[in-house]
Nanobody, 123 residues
Framework: QVQLVESGGGVVQAGDSLRLSCAAS????????MGWFRQPTGEKREFVAAVEMRGGSTVYADSVKGRFTISGDNANNTMYLQMNSLKPEDTAVYYCAADPRINSVVAGRVASWGQGIQVTVSS
C-alpha cells in the first residue's frame, strides 16, 4: 500500500492563494499518477486535478482551470496543488489520491487515499 499525507491547508480570504502538498510513502512506484479531490460539507466528493508523476500530463476540472496548477515531484514522491484566486466555493476538505493510471485517478478509482485536509475561504 501507498500512504498519502496532505499538508498546507488553512483559512484564507477570497482572492488569496494556498499551496497543498501530498507526500507519498510506502510502496511507491515511478509510474504512479496522483491527484486531488474535494468534498464540501454535506456534498459529494468531486474531482479537482490529476498529474502523471513521470511525464507531467495533467487533467483539471472545469471549475478550477486557470486558477489551480497541479505538479508532481517524482524524485521526492510529492504532489502539489497551487491554488490561486480562491473563492468561497473552493471551501472543502481536499483529499490526495494515487493510482498507476491517470485516467483511474480522474475517475476516482484509485489504489490509495489521503486523510484529507481542510481549506476554508472566507467571503
Amino acid at each position: 500500500q501507498v500512504q498519502l499525507v496532505e499538508s498546507g491547508g488553512g483559512v484564507v480570504q477570497a482572492g488569496d492563494s494556498l499551496r497543498l502538498s501530498c507526500a507519498a510513502s510506502g510502496r511507491t512506484f515511478n509510474y504512479l499518477s496522483m491527484g486531488w479531490f474535494r468534498q464540501p460539507t454535506g456534498e459529494k466528493r468531486e474531482f479537482v486535478a490529476a498529474v502523471e508523476m513521470r511525464g507531467g500530463s495533467t487533467v483539471y476540472a472545469d471549475s478550477v482551470k486557470g486558477r489551480f496548477t497541479i505538479s508532481g515531484d517524482n524524485a521526492n514522491n510529492t504532489m502539489y496543488l497551487q491554488m490561486n484566486s480562491l473563492k468561497p466555493e473552493d471551501t472543502a476538505v481536499y483529499y490526495c489520491a494515487a493510482d498507476p493510471r491517470i485516467n483511474s485517478v480522474v475517475a476516482g478509482r484509485v489504489a490509495s487515499w489521503g486523510q484529507g485536509i481542510q481549506v476554508t475561504v472566507s467571503s
